[in-house]
Protein backbone atom coordinates (compact mmCIF):
# COMPACT_ATOMS: atom_id res chain seq x y z
CA UNK A 1 0.00 0.00 0.00
CA UNK A 2 1.34 3.11 -0.51
CA UNK A 3 2.14 6.05 1.65
CA UNK A 4 -1.21 8.31 0.25
CA UNK A 5 -3.34 5.58 1.20
CA UNK A 6 -2.49 4.89 4.27
CA UNK A 7 -4.84 5.72 7.33
CA UNK A 8 -3.22 8.16 9.47
CA UNK A 9 -2.56 7.36 13.29
CA UNK A 10 -5.42 9.31 14.27
CA UNK A 11 -7.76 7.09 12.61
CA UNK A 12 -6.06 3.85 14.16
CA UNK A 13 -6.74 5.59 17.48
CA UNK A 14 -9.95 6.18 16.49
CA UNK A 15 -10.55 2.49 15.58
CA UNK A 16 -9.52 1.69 18.71
CA UNK A 17 -11.68 3.76 20.88
CA UNK A 18 -14.66 2.33 18.77
CA UNK A 19 -13.42 -1.08 19.95
CA UNK A 20 -13.56 -0.07 23.63
CA UNK A 21 -16.60 1.20 23.14
CA UNK A 22 -17.98 -1.81 21.72
CA UNK A 23 -16.63 -3.96 24.24
CA UNK A 24 -18.48 -1.88 26.93
CA UNK A 25 -21.78 -2.44 25.13
CA UNK A 26 -20.82 -5.79 24.60
CA UNK A 27 -20.38 -6.73 28.53
CA UNK A 28 -23.58 -4.19 29.25
CA UNK A 29 -25.64 -6.16 26.78
CA UNK A 30 -24.35 -9.82 28.18
CA UNK A 31 -25.05 -8.44 31.75
CA UNK A 32 -28.90 -7.58 30.99
CA UNK A 33 -29.72 -10.73 28.80
CA UNK A 34 -32.93 -11.58 28.88
CA UNK A 35 -32.04 -15.53 27.69
CA UNK A 36 -29.79 -17.37 25.50
CA UNK A 37 -31.04 -15.59 22.23
CA UNK A 38 -31.38 -12.21 23.30
CA UNK A 39 -31.39 -10.45 20.11
CA UNK A 40 -29.17 -7.45 22.25
CA UNK A 41 -26.27 -9.79 22.83
CA UNK A 42 -26.54 -11.32 19.26
CA UNK A 43 -26.41 -7.24 17.72
CA UNK A 44 -23.62 -6.08 20.47
CA UNK A 45 -21.60 -9.00 19.14
CA UNK A 46 -21.65 -8.65 15.64
CA UNK A 47 -20.78 -4.44 16.95
CA UNK A 48 -17.84 -5.81 18.18
CA UNK A 49 -16.47 -8.12 15.80
CA UNK A 50 -17.17 -5.35 12.74
CA UNK A 51 -15.10 -2.49 14.92
CA UNK A 52 -12.40 -5.05 15.96
CA UNK A 53 -12.20 -6.17 12.40
CA UNK A 54 -11.84 -2.31 11.50
CA UNK A 55 -9.01 -1.63 13.82
CA UNK A 56 -7.13 -4.77 12.63
CA UNK A 57 -7.08 -3.56 9.24
CA UNK A 58 -6.26 -0.32 9.90
CA UNK A 59 -3.37 -1.32 12.64
CA UNK A 60 -2.00 -3.67 9.71
CA UNK A 61 -2.01 -1.14 7.26
CA UNK A 62 -0.06 1.51 9.60
CA UNK A 63 1.68 -0.54 11.36
CA UNK A 64 2.31 -3.67 9.55
CA UNK A 65 1.01 -5.42 12.63
CA UNK A 66 -1.98 -7.46 13.73
CA UNK A 67 -4.37 -7.97 17.10
CA UNK A 68 -4.97 -11.26 18.76
CA UNK A 69 -8.77 -11.41 17.82
CA UNK A 70 -10.67 -13.76 15.76
CA UNK A 71 -13.14 -12.66 13.67
CA UNK A 72 -15.74 -14.68 12.43
CA UNK A 73 -15.75 -15.83 9.42
CA UNK A 74 -18.45 -15.19 6.15
CA UNK A 75 -19.94 -18.41 6.71
CA UNK A 76 -21.55 -17.16 9.90
CA UNK A 77 -25.32 -16.25 9.63
CA UNK A 78 -25.70 -12.11 9.55
CA UNK A 79 -28.07 -10.49 12.20
CA UNK A 80 -31.50 -11.90 12.20
CA UNK A 81 -34.06 -9.17 10.62
CA UNK A 82 -37.65 -11.30 10.90
CA UNK A 83 -40.66 -10.88 12.61
CA UNK A 84 -40.04 -10.59 16.53
CA UNK A 85 -43.12 -12.83 17.06
CA UNK A 86 -43.41 -14.89 14.08
CA UNK A 87 -46.94 -16.47 13.19
CA UNK A 88 -45.04 -19.04 10.87
CA UNK A 89 -41.95 -21.18 10.36
CA UNK A 90 -40.17 -23.62 8.16
CA UNK A 91 -37.61 -26.01 8.94
CA UNK A 92 -35.30 -26.99 6.64
CA UNK A 93 -33.28 -30.13 7.42
CA UNK A 94 -29.69 -31.38 5.47
CA UNK A 95 -28.61 -34.41 6.26
CA UNK A 96 -25.48 -36.32 4.48
CA UNK A 97 -24.92 -39.85 4.34
CA UNK A 98 -22.11 -42.44 2.53
CA UNK A 99 -23.54 -45.43 0.99
CA UNK A 100 -21.29 -47.65 3.05
CA UNK A 101 -22.30 -51.09 2.52
CA UNK A 102 -24.64 -51.29 -0.07
CA UNK A 103 -25.12 -54.95 -0.20
CA UNK A 104 -26.82 -54.16 3.49
CA UNK A 105 -29.06 -51.64 2.27
CA UNK A 106 -30.36 -53.80 -0.39
CA UNK A 107 -31.19 -56.65 2.00
CA UNK A 108 -33.19 -54.45 4.08
CA UNK A 109 -34.93 -53.22 1.07
CA UNK A 110 -35.93 -56.40 0.10
CA UNK A 111 -37.24 -57.26 3.16
CA UNK A 112 -39.98 -53.83 2.31
CA UNK A 113 -40.11 -55.12 -0.92
CA UNK A 114 -41.66 -58.36 0.22
CA UNK A 115 -43.65 -57.46 2.92
CA UNK A 116 -45.21 -54.65 0.70
CA UNK A 117 -47.56 -55.15 -2.02
CA UNK A 118 -47.63 -51.80 -3.15
CA UNK A 119 -44.22 -51.73 -3.49
CA UNK A 120 -42.65 -50.60 -7.07
CA UNK A 121 -41.73 -53.06 -9.68
CA UNK A 122 -40.32 -56.03 -8.95
CA UNK A 123 -36.24 -55.66 -8.45
CA UNK A 124 -36.37 -52.05 -7.12
CA UNK A 125 -34.22 -53.24 -4.49
CA UNK A 126 -31.58 -54.95 -6.32
CA UNK A 127 -30.12 -51.26 -7.23
CA UNK A 128 -28.67 -48.89 -4.58
CA UNK A 129 -31.05 -46.44 -6.39
CA UNK A 130 -34.24 -48.42 -6.29
CA UNK A 131 -33.45 -49.44 -2.65
CA UNK A 132 -32.63 -45.93 -1.28
CA UNK A 133 -36.17 -45.23 -2.92
CA UNK A 134 -37.80 -48.36 -1.02
CA UNK A 135 -36.08 -47.27 2.32
CA UNK A 136 -36.40 -43.89 2.47
CA UNK A 137 -40.58 -44.27 1.20
CA UNK A 138 -41.01 -46.67 3.91
CA UNK A 139 -39.24 -44.99 7.04
CA UNK A 140 -39.56 -41.61 8.14
CA UNK A 141 -35.87 -40.08 7.86
CA UNK A 142 -35.69 -39.35 11.55
CA UNK A 143 -35.87 -43.15 11.80
CA UNK A 144 -33.05 -43.92 8.90
CA UNK A 145 -31.14 -41.30 11.05
CA UNK A 146 -31.13 -43.56 14.65
CA UNK A 147 -31.04 -46.64 12.50
CA UNK A 148 -28.37 -45.53 9.87
CA UNK A 149 -26.16 -48.18 10.68
CA UNK A 150 -28.73 -50.80 10.05
CA UNK A 151 -29.20 -49.66 6.57
CA UNK A 152 -25.62 -49.50 5.41
CA UNK A 153 -25.23 -45.77 6.03
CA UNK A 154 -22.61 -43.53 7.21
CA UNK A 155 -23.55 -40.33 8.46
CA UNK A 156 -21.89 -37.33 7.15
CA UNK A 157 -22.51 -33.79 8.52
CA UNK A 158 -26.18 -32.40 9.32
CA UNK A 159 -27.98 -28.88 9.52
CA UNK A 160 -30.78 -27.67 10.79
CA UNK A 161 -32.62 -24.39 10.37
CA UNK A 162 -35.66 -23.13 11.61
CA UNK A 163 -36.40 -20.25 9.89
CA UNK A 164 -39.50 -17.16 10.31
CA UNK A 165 -42.23 -16.41 8.24
CA UNK A 166 -44.88 -13.58 8.15
CA UNK A 167 -47.54 -16.12 7.54
CA UNK A 168 -48.05 -19.76 6.65
CA UNK A 169 -47.47 -20.95 2.43
CA UNK A 170 -50.33 -21.49 0.51
CA UNK A 171 -50.40 -25.46 0.14
CA UNK A 172 -48.31 -25.97 -2.88
CA UNK A 173 -46.73 -22.86 -2.92
CA UNK A 174 -43.03 -23.90 -2.84
CA UNK A 175 -43.16 -27.63 -3.60
CA UNK A 176 -41.73 -26.93 -7.22
CA UNK A 177 -38.42 -25.23 -5.52
CA UNK A 178 -38.75 -26.05 -1.75
CA UNK A 179 -35.10 -25.27 -1.54
CA UNK A 180 -34.37 -21.93 -3.10
CA UNK A 181 -35.04 -18.32 -1.52
CA UNK A 182 -33.76 -19.09 2.21
CA UNK A 183 -33.14 -15.75 3.81
CA UNK A 184 -30.46 -16.16 6.18
CA UNK A 185 -31.91 -13.22 7.79
CA UNK A 186 -35.05 -14.53 9.15
CA UNK A 187 -33.26 -17.68 10.45
CA UNK A 188 -33.95 -17.79 14.54
CA UNK A 189 -31.54 -20.64 14.93
CA UNK A 190 -29.54 -23.06 13.30
CA UNK A 191 -27.80 -26.72 14.77
CA UNK A 192 -25.00 -28.00 12.75
CA UNK A 193 -23.54 -31.56 13.29
CA UNK A 194 -20.18 -32.44 11.78
CA UNK A 195 -17.17 -34.78 12.55
CA UNK A 196 -15.03 -31.10 12.36
CA UNK A 197 -16.74 -30.31 15.95
CA UNK A 198 -15.75 -33.40 17.38
CA UNK A 199 -12.77 -32.51 19.76
CA UNK A 200 -12.71 -36.22 21.20
CA UNK A 201 -11.96 -37.89 17.70
CA UNK A 202 -8.37 -39.10 17.80
CA UNK A 203 -6.19 -41.66 15.87
CA UNK A 204 -7.69 -44.59 17.46
CA UNK A 205 -10.84 -44.30 16.26
CA UNK A 206 -9.80 -43.53 13.05
CA UNK A 207 -8.19 -47.15 13.24
CA UNK A 208 -11.15 -49.02 13.65
CA UNK A 209 -13.45 -47.07 11.22
CA UNK A 210 -10.72 -47.52 8.85
CA UNK A 211 -11.13 -51.62 8.89
CA UNK A 212 -14.19 -51.63 9.74
CA UNK A 213 -14.45 -54.27 13.14
CA UNK A 214 -15.25 -51.83 15.86
CA UNK A 215 -18.63 -51.43 14.21
CA UNK A 216 -19.40 -54.69 13.42
CA UNK A 217 -20.74 -56.00 16.41
CA UNK A 218 -23.24 -53.46 17.01
CA UNK A 219 -24.19 -53.40 13.64
CA UNK A 220 -24.88 -57.21 13.74
CA UNK A 221 -26.67 -56.79 17.29
CA UNK A 222 -29.07 -53.90 15.20
CA UNK A 223 -29.93 -56.31 13.01
CA UNK A 224 -32.51 -59.00 12.68
CA UNK A 225 -31.74 -62.61 12.62
CA UNK A 226 -33.67 -62.15 8.73
CA UNK A 227 -31.73 -59.64 7.83
CA UNK A 228 -28.17 -61.76 8.61
CA UNK A 229 -29.52 -64.69 6.93
CA UNK A 230 -30.31 -62.70 3.67
CA UNK A 231 -26.76 -61.10 3.57
CA UNK A 232 -25.32 -64.91 4.10
CA UNK A 233 -27.15 -66.35 1.82
CA UNK A 234 -28.07 -63.46 -1.02
CA UNK A 235 -24.90 -63.35 -2.72
CA UNK A 236 -23.76 -65.60 -5.47
CA UNK A 237 -20.94 -66.39 -6.30
CA UNK A 238 -19.12 -63.10 -7.28
CA UNK A 239 -20.72 -61.57 -4.28
CA UNK A 240 -23.67 -59.82 -6.44
CA UNK A 241 -26.99 -60.03 -5.09
CA UNK A 242 -28.66 -63.28 -6.66
CA UNK A 243 -31.76 -63.32 -8.10
CA UNK A 244 -34.42 -63.14 -6.07
CA UNK A 245 -37.04 -66.26 -5.67
CA UNK A 246 -40.54 -65.95 -7.71
CA UNK A 247 -42.11 -66.76 -4.70
CA UNK A 248 -40.42 -63.82 -2.54
Not at 83 to 103: K, T
Not at 220 to 233: G, P, R, V
Request: proline residues 6%; glycine residues 6%.
Amino acid sequence: MSDAAQPTAAEVRAAAEAVKTALDRHLAAVERRSGEEDPAVYDAFNELAAAAEAYDELLYDRYDEVTPFEIPGEDTLPPYTGPEEPSALSVLIRRDYAVAEPQRLMAQARRVEAADEDAPGAGASGTVHGALGLLFGEFEPDEIASRHKEFGLEEGDSTLWVTAADESAEPGEWLEAPFEQVDPERVVCRFDVSAVFDEEFDDGDDEDDEDGEADLPDLDEDLDTDLDTDLDTDLDEDGEPARLEADR
